[in-house]
């Protein structure tokens, strides 16, 4: 059965009041567990924290990442969750549209429901708690591996984690390697990630290109670490020997190009 962002919404929901064990993942606490998440995690485990948690002994507990991983049936650390996460976008950017979506900062993971709160299971003195996403200093939201969204397809330019990706609306996938050009006739070139390049050359079916700091792919005369390069109306760079004029004022060019 899949598992959906309205499923993950429910479960949640459904698990606020759940004791906070460090390590546990949904299971119902016994002596024989306690005694090994204390093995795998001595850090963690002083004899206090161990005192308080035995205290939920009998009880189903979960951290964390286990809140999420308990009703995705997959286990995943807090960090391995976002290091698989398909998207990564900044907390500043939350909106309606990632309802579902991960909550992260180092070492911590929640499930935004809406409206500016989420679920949490926020640590051994808490449990699993509704709260504000303001009251926690979140970092990042995760579209996360495990679960399927039915949100609207993307379209466009978006600003993410690592750079600048390009959207077709008609597929709702990032441009990959391949070019994309805009209606004012500027070009871009996105790498196998969907990232737009920058201040780099490209080779293209044997043409050198060069991506300027902003993307645009530039056409005439550059310099680039103090090295002169000729790049023809096509952005392709000229290699052959070339004659420079000079123009009504003085500097010279190569006939036929962008100025």
Known sequence: MKKTAEGLINHCKSKIGTPYVYGAKGEVLTQAILDRLARENPGT?????????????????????????????????????????????????????????????????????????????????????????AATPWQQVLKLKDIEYDNEKKSGWYDEDGGRRFYNGDTGEPVRNNWHQEPDGEWYWFDGAGMMVRNVWYQYNGNWYYMGPDGKMKKGQITIDGKWYILDQDGKMIRKPVTLTPDQDGALRYPGIIK
């Open 45 to 133: 485990y002083t004899s206090a924290y161990k005192a308080k948690a035995a205290k939920y002994i009998g009880q189903r507990c979960t951290d964390c990442s286990g809140l999420i991983s308990w009703y995705t049936g997959v286990l995943r650390g807090s960090y391995n969750y976002h290091d698989t996460a398909v998207e990564r976008i900044g907390v500043d950017h939350l909106d309606e549209s990632m309802v579902g979506w991960a909550l992260w900062k180092p070492g911590h993971i929640g499930v935004y429901i809406g409206d500016g709160w989420c679920i949490e299971a926020k640590g051994i003195n808490y449990g699993t708690i509704k709260s504000r996403v």
